[in-house]
């Protein structure tokens, strides 16, 4: 077992390189899949299912088409509270890696969705506000705790490179297979074992939108458009330490920030565009383009084993998807009402413009990360029950497609331009990313929800669940 005295060489300079290049894709990312919702806790109950139906405030932003069916003035009010899973691989042997669960929680309670709407003959118009995007999350791979509540370093991922010729031309093997190959070659240095830093890692990105909507009705024929206003901040942090957890190695930080280097808000405008088409009052059908801002952050490295300071690494961008959807709605009585949504979001603008940390990576291009675009089916329905307070219970389904950033990019290093005495190192900061960017998998959520509606007043609430987020919602409607 010669391999069992081997000191792990080349583990320390694993992500070292970091100093040269600029990056977006730091620990801090990992794990992280954002989802852009209708707002409404109406529509929440019933699996965000709305854009054929879109009868109350919260189509000011959904679809602007249907605002010309109010016609009262009202004012409306959401909050929302949610919490959302990050998964990152924290331990075993590559590739029977070892996943583990990290919460993160909005704000206490904000206000996710305010709004005035004005009715005026055929056409209606609205301003509000919309938080679509508030995530909190911090990760720590770097301790644990067992059930005495002692904190020890993490036992992270581990993966065997062979020193090939050229050196690190082909990706990482098995335990066994790299015992065999030094056994084989009678070389312990034949085979490298590495693994991921410890880590520490926190982000907190906020988008903000301020929007004006109107809306105007040609017969059976609505059309709406919105124009929004947003802002944007974000800050992600990743600091890095030695294997042992003794000593910080380096700190990468990517946010929004001016010329000081303050943090601030990134701003930006796009439309929003929607038909309501209701040939009768039993159904109905619309549908909603929705265009995603950008916003330019910019990217720090604190190189502190190196000693060279803080370096400005430059910039990426952050695309919020481009949304397009329609849908369907269904009254088959006059107490039920049965939607059906059909939605592509464009998760593949995530990473446009994407900036990498390593030349190796650099190497590739654009065939290096990939976030994949998601057509979401939402199906949901409404029932009615009369009494002296009119109530409604509703209930939802939507399939959430797998859109986390994935590495997809070779784990070999026979690019031309790479030096073969580095090769093997190379391949195994390639390994290092498909580790901590593995991609996700497909996620069903489910919601319930009522509402109790008097003449002037209407209050609703919902609850939506799946194995990556839980999300509750309260919101009310006055109306003059």
Same mark, same amino acid.
């Given at each position: 077992?010669?391999? +069992?005295?081997?000191?792990?060489?080349? /583990?320390?300079? =694993?992500?070292?390189? *970091?100093?040269?290049?600029?990056?977006?894709?730091?620990?801090?990312?990992?794990?992280?899949?954002?989802?852009f919702g209708n707002p409404g806790a109406r529509s929440l109950g019933m699996g965000g299912a709305f854009l054929g139906l879109a009868d109350d405030a919260s189509a000011a932003e959904a679809?602007?088409? &249907?605002?010309?069916?109010?016609?009262?003035?009202?004012?409306? =009010?959401?909050?929302?509270?949610?919490?959302?899973? /990050?998964?990152?691989?924290?331990?075993?042997?590559?590739?029977?890696?070892?996943?583990?669960?990290?919460?993160?929680?909005?704000?206490?309670?904000?206000?996710?969705?305010?709004?005035?709407?004005?009715?005026?003959?055929?056409?209606?118009?609205? $301003?509000?506000?919309?938080?679509?995007?508030?995530? !909190?999350?911090?990760?720590?791979?770097?301790?644990?705790?067992?059930?005495?509540?002692?904190?020890?370093?993490? @036992?992270?991922?581990?993966?065997?490179?062979?020193?090939?010729?050229?050196?690190?031309?082909?990706?990482?093997? @098995?335990?066994? !297979?790299?015992?065999?190959?030094?056994?084989?070659? &009678?070389?312990?240095?034949?085979?490298?074992?590495?693994?991921?830093?410890?880590?520490?890692?926190?982000?907190?990105?906020?988008?903000?939108?301020?929007?004006?909507?109107?809306?105007?009705?040609? &017969?059976?024929? @609505?059309?709406?458009?919105?124009?929004?206003?947003?802002?944007?901040?974000? $800050?992600?942090?990743?600091?890095?330490?030695?294997?042992?957890?003794?000593?910080?190695?380096?700190?990468?930080?990517?946010?929004?920030?001016?010329?000081?280097?303050?943090?601030?808000? !990134?701003?930006?405008?796009?439309?929003?565009?929607?038909?309501?088409?209701?040939?009768?009052?039993?159904? *109905?059908?619309?549908?909603?383009?929705?265009?995603?801002?950008?916003?330019?952050?910019?990217?720090?490295?604190?190189?502190?084993?190196?000693?060279?300071?803080?370096?400005?690494?430059?910039?990426?961008?952050?695309?919020?998807?481009?949304?397009?959807?329609?849908?369907?709605?269904?009254?088959?009585?006059?107490?039920?009402?049965?939607?059906?949504?059909?939605?592509?979001?464009?998760?593949?603008?995530?990473?446009?413009?994407?900036?990498?940390?390593?030349?190796?990576?650099?190497?590739?291009?654009?065939?290096?990360?990939?976030?994949?675009?998601?057509? !979401?089916?939402?199906?949901?329905?409404?029932?009615?029950?009369?009494?002296?307070?009119?109530?409604?219970?509703?209930?939802?389904?939507?399939?959430?497609?797998?859109?986390?950033?994935?590495?997809?990019?070779?784990?070999?290093?026979?690019?031309?331009?790479?030096?073969?005495?580095? +090769?093997?190192?190379?391949?195994?900061?390639?390994?290092?990313?498909?580790?901590?960017?593995?991609?996700?998998?497909?996620?069903?959520?489910?919601?319930?929800?009522?509402?109790?509606?008097?003449? +002037?007043?209407?209050?609703?609430? $919902?609850?939506?669940?799946?194995?990556?987020?839980?999300?509750?919602?309260?919101?009310?409607?006055?109306?003059?």
């Amino acid at each position: 077992m010669r391999h +069992r005295a081997v000191i792990l060489l080349g /583990a320390v300079l =694993l992500l070292s390189t *970091s100093v040269f290049a600029q990056n977006t894709d730091i620990e801090s990312l990992s794990g992280l899949q954002f989802n852009f919702g209708n707002p409404g806790a109406r529509s929440l109950g019933m699996g965000g299912a709305f854009l054929g139906l879109a009868d109350d405030a919260s189509a000011a932003e959904a679809n602007p088409a &249907g605002l010309t069916i109010l016609r009262r003035p009202e004012v409306s =009010l959401e909050g929302r509270n949610y919490e959302t899973i /990050a998964i990152v691989n924290t331990t075993g042997f590559y590739p029977d890696l070892v996943q583990e669960e990290f919460n993160a929680f909005s704000r206490a309670a904000e206000v996710n969705f305010a709004s005035v709407v004005l009715p005026f003959g055929k056409g209606a118009i609205s $301003a509000y506000y919309h938080l679509p995007l508030a995530y !909190e999350s911090e990760i720590n791979a770097a301790w644990e705790t067992n059930i005495f509540n002692v904190a020890r370093p993490r @036992s992270l991922p581990n993966f065997f490179m062979p020193v090939t010729d050229p050196p690190g031309s082909s990706g990482p093997i @098995s335990e066994a !297979e790299c015992e065999a190959l030094r056994d084989d070659t &009678g070389d312990p240095f034949s085979c490298l074992q590495f693994q991921t830093f410890p880590y520490f890692s926190a982000v907190n990105i906020k988008l903000q939108t301020w929007g004006l909507a109107g809306a105007y009705q040609f &017969g059976r024929l @609505s059309l709406g458009a919105a124009y929004r206003y947003h802002q944007f901040e974000e $800050a992600a942090i990743t600091q890095r330490t030695d294997l042992q957890v003794r000593n910080l190695r380096t700190e990468v930080f990517q946010a929004t920030v001016n010329s000081a280097g303050d943090i601030v808000k !990134e701003s930006d405008s796009t439309f929003v565009f929607g038909f309501k088409y209701a040939p009768s009052d039993r159904f *109905s059908i619309g549908g909603a383009y929705k265009e995603g801002a950008s916003f330019d952050t910019s990217i720090f490295l604190n190189d502190i084993a190196g000693g060279t300071g803080l370096s400005d690494l430059g910039g990426s961008t952050f695309h919020v998807p481009d949304v397009w959807g329609v849908g369907v709605s269904w009254r088959p009585m006059p107490v039920l009402t049965i939607n059906v949504d059909g939605v592509n979001v464009s998760y593949g603008n995530l990473t446009d413009d994407f900036q990498s940390i390593y030349p190796e990576i650099q190497i590739l291009g654009n065939n290096a990360y990939e976030t994949e675009d998601a057509t !979401e089916v939402h199906v949901g329905a409404e029932y009615f029950f009369a009494s002296t307070i009119p109530f409604a219970l509703r209930a939802g389904w939507w399939r959430d497609p797998a859109h986390q950033m994935k590495y997809v990019g070779p784990q070999t290093c026979t690019d031309e331009a790479i030096d073969s005495s580095f +090769r093997t190192l190379c391949a195994a900061n390639r390994t290092v990313l498909g580790i901590l960017f593995p991609g996700s998998e497909d996620d069903d959520h489910w919601s319930v929800g009522f509402g109790l509606a008097w003449p +002037r007043f209407q209050v609703d609430a $919902a609850y939506e669940t799946s194995d990556r987020l839980k999300v509750g919602s309260l919101s009310g409607v006055f109306r003059f």
